[in-house]
């Protein structure tokens, strides 16, 4: 090889590795959850749980990540091991069962049946987006179809609320009443939906009000239950409970984008829970809705959540970043999925833009908050 040849391909190689470099901006906490929780064939494992269990939202959620991350491995892994074990081989053919682990008997395989519609969401929001960052036509057309079927088999038409989303397939309307879960539809997700056919455009004053009238105090419930003639009824096995469902709810709402329409009224709606936060020094973990009291103090994981919702707050926004500065168990399965999620914004990672695209940093300078 002649040294001109050998100097081009130096350049070449050391051009190549520029590149690499400058889309691949090291994200610790993903490196460590890939570690903790997820299985050489793509199976996110909650250790915390005697059996082992994965569920549909575990999935969705770390194939978000692996996005955010650029990690098209990961991603592809995640899908494949989602695609043959909860949905019998095809996610254009079949809702994914929730729930999957350990039997009675130890054997591995679905443990319910039932969809969980935020996870299915998760899911096409995911492809859609993974199809539009990565050029990939075959995951653009898995989330259009996934979508489709969501809209045919987890959307209602609810008399003088409109348009909404059921958490599952089956199991959440009896007698003209419904049960709702507030953090199962983020209005981020529902803006990317607005542009296809189908219930998702009208779907956004009803998630509008779902999201505002079940928080009167500023603390939104883990369920409610919409009866008809009734309007808004506290759920029947947690009433009035804001606790572990309901942190998703402030999050999704900090991470809005600045331009979309309901950012603003939703962000006034919850200062309560940004108030009740500064006043404890941390999040609560339990809220009663109706007259606002707080029980408990939120673990880690919520400290994250409400970061997007704190960041205009400067003084209790470091206090919760510092909260995030201690090493978590390699257990905490829930803390660390909420830390991706509000950590990962905090940084500037990605964020979403009004119509719900996700804009991640790739290739931009890492921004650290520590």
């Not at 130890?106 to 199809?131: I, P, R």
């Not at 419930?221 to 309901?246: F, H, L, R, T």
């Not at 108030?275 to 408990?296: C, F, N, R, S």
Request: aromatic share 12%; net charge neutral; charged share 20%.
């Amino acid at each position: 090889m002649t040294g001109g040849c050998l100097q081009r391909l130096l350049y070449g190689v050391l051009l190549l590795c520029a590149v690499n470099t400058a889309t691949a901006c090291e994200w610790p906490a993903w490196q460590q959850y890939r570690q903790f929780y997820i299985s050489d064939d793509g199976r996110v494992i909650d250790p915390s749980s005697p059996n082992l269990v994965t569920t549909s939202e575990g999935q969705s959620y770390a194939m978000f990540f692996a996005l955010v991350a650029n990690d098209r491995a990961t991603f592809d892994k995640l899908l494949k091991w989602t695609e043959n074990n909860l949905s019998a081989g095809s996610l254009t053919a079949h809702l994914p069962a929730w729930l999957w682990g350990k039997n009675d008997q130890n054997h591995w395989q679905v443990l319910d049946s039932n969809s969980a519609s935020d996870a299915d969401l998760w899911l096409a929001y995911d492809l859609l987006e993974a199809g539009r960052l990565w050029k990939n036509h075959h995951y653009q057309r898995v989330g259009r179809l996934l979508l489709q079927r969501i809209g045919r088999e987890e959307v209602v038409d609810i008399p003088d609320l409109g348009k909404m989303l059921l958490p599952g397939k089956v199991g959440f309307v009896a007698e003209e009443r419904w049960r709702l879960n507030p953090s199962y539809l983020p209005p981020q997700l529902l803006a990317r939906f607005a542009r296809f056919n189908g219930p998702w455009k009208a779907m956004k004053k009803s998630n509008q009000r779902l999201l505002l009238e079940t928080a009167p105090q500023g603390f939104s419930p883990d369920w409610v239950i919409w009866q008809a003639d009734k309007g808004w009824q506290a759920d029947e096995v947690n009433p009035n409970m804001g606790s572990y469902n309901a942190i998703r709810v402030y999050l999704w709402a900090g991470m809005l984008a600045d331009e979309d329409p309901h950012k603003v009224a939703l962000v006034k709606q919850f200062q309560p829970m940004v108030q009740m936060t500064t006043q404890l020094g941390v999040p609560p973990e339990e809220t009663d809705t109706a007259t606002g009291k707080t029980t408990g103090y939120g673990p880690v994981g919520f400290s994250a959540a409400l970061l997007p919702l704190l960041a205009t707050q400067p003084a209790v926004l470091a206090q919760q970043r510092q909260r995030l500065a201690d090493p978590l168990p390699s257990d905490a399965y829930f803390s660390a999925s909420l830390i991706l999620f509000g950590q990962g914004w905090d940084q500037q990672r990605y964020r979403f833009n009004r119509q719900g695209e996700l804009l991640p940093s790739w290739g931009s300078k890492c921004v650290t908050t520590d």
